[in-house]
């Protein structure tokens, strides 16, 4: 009933977090798409050692979700209109941002511009990926400078 329902409680409206796999199937015609950097994925550029090693830490998420980090983005149609999709996992380390999630939205921001193709980002993030430090916090600049770039040529953006 739930997954009938999209994830949306129908006495309250309460909407239930989803994996970007359930979001994938919701969205896209026919589950039918192309991973945009499909292969990039993390490293440990700090050796960081907390409570867990961070190499550990991702092994881990890898693991629990299928997924080589926080971010899948990919080039589909919705409504047989081409689109290019960005879906981010809160499973995966609490959807935070590392280096990987900023450079594949930056792929698909790239892959949107060459394509003349609007953008949707789905977010579900906790903050930034501080085992990888001073990386993680510069996603965010990389990936407004490439908006505004999109934005400026007339890209259109959710």
């Known amino acids: 009933m739930l997954?009938?329902?999209?994830?949306?409680?129908t006495d309250c409206t309460h909407h239930f977090r989803i994996?970007?796999?359930?979001?994938?199937?919701?969205l896209i015609d026919n589950?039918?798409?192309?991973?945009?950097?499909?292969?990039?994925?993390s490293i440990?550029?700090?050796?960081f050692e907390g409570k867990k090693k961070y190499v550990d830490q991702i092994q881990q998420a890898q693991e629990k979700t299928g997924n080589k980090d926080a971010i899948k983005t990919i080039l589909g149609k919705i409504n047989s209109i081409e689109i290019v999709i960005a879906i981010m996992d809160f499973s995966f380390i609490g959807g935070s941002m590392?280096?990987?999630v900023g450079e594949k939205i930056s792929?698909?921001?790239?892959?949107?511009?060459?394509?003349e193709l609007p953008l949707i980002i789905i977010t579900a993030s906790g903050g930034a990926r501080m085992q990888e430090g001073a990386y993680s916090?510069?996603?965010m600049a990389k990936i407004c400078s490439k908006l505004a770039?999109?934005?400026?040529?007339?890209?259109?953006?959710?």
């Open 3 to 9: 997954e009938e329902n999209h994830y949306i409680c």
């Open 19 to 26: 994996n970007c796999e359930k979001y994938i199937k919701l």
């Open 31 to 41: 589950m039918e798409y192309e991973e945009i950097a499909k292969n990039v994925s």
């Open 44 to 47: 440990d550029p700090l050796n």
């Open 98 to 100: 590392g280096s990987v």
């Open 107 to 115: 792929r698909a921001i790239d892959k949107a511009i060459d394509r």
């Open 137 to 139: 916090l510069m996603q």
């Open 149 to 158: 770039n999109f934005s400026e040529k007339g890209g259109f953006y959710i």
